[in-house]
C-alpha cells in the first residue's frame, strides 16, 4: 500500500510544493489580498498538514490541531475568485515542484486541494459556529492506488 505522503516524495518534496506554492500567492495579485506579507511558519504548517492528510506523520495534529486551522481561516471572508485562484496556484506548484505525472495522484492532490479550499472558505464566512464546516479533523486523502493495495 502506497500512501500519497510516499509516492510524492515524503517531506522534502511536499516541502517544495508549499514553498513554491506560498511564493505565487504572495506574488498573486488577488491572492495577495489574502496574503499580504509572508508568515514565518506558513509553509512549514502547510507541509505538515499535508503530509498528515496523505498518510504521513501527525504533526499537524499532535502540535497544532485542528482548532488552529479554523481559527486561521474564521472571518477571512475568501472570495469565490481568491479560492479558485488558490486552487490554480497549487496545481501550478504540483507542476512546478516536479511532483510524481502520474494521474491518478494528481487526480488526489486536485480533489484534495478543492476540498481544502472549500472548507477553508465556509469556515472564513461562518458568522456563527453552526456555520462552520463539519469537519474536525485533519482528513486522511486516499487515492485508488492505495485501496486496491
Ligand atoms: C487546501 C486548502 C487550505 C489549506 C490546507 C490551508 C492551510 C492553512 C494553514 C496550515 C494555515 C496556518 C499557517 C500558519 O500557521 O502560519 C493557513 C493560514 C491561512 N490561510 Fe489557509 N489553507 C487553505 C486554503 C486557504 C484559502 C483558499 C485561502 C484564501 C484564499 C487561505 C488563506 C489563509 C490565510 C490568509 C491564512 C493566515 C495568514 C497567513 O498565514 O498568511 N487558505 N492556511
Known sequence: MTTLYE????????????????????????????F???????VDHLTWFTAE???????????LGFAYLIDVHRHLKITDAQRERF???????????????????????????????HVAQQNSLAETDADLHPIREVPAWTWRRQSEG
Not at 499580504?36 to 506558513?42: E, F, S
Open 36 to 42: 499580504p506579507v509572508r508568515q514565518p511558519h506558513h
Open 87 to 117: 486552487v490554480a496556484a497549487y496545481l501550478e506548484a504540483i507542476d512546478e515542484a516536479g511532483l510524481p505525472d502520474d494521474a491518478d495522484f494528481r487526480a488526489a492532490v486536485r480533489e484534495h486541494v478543492e476540498f481544502g479550499a
Open 53 to 63: 492528510s496523505f498518510g504521513g506523520p501527525d504533526r499537524f495534529s499532535t502540535a
Open 7 to 34: 509516492f510524492a516524495g515524503g517531506d522534502e518534496a511536499l516541502h517544495r510544493l508549499e514553498e513554491l506554492f506560498y511564493a505565487k500567492a504572495l506574488a498573486d495579485p488577488v491572492l495577495r489580498e489574502v
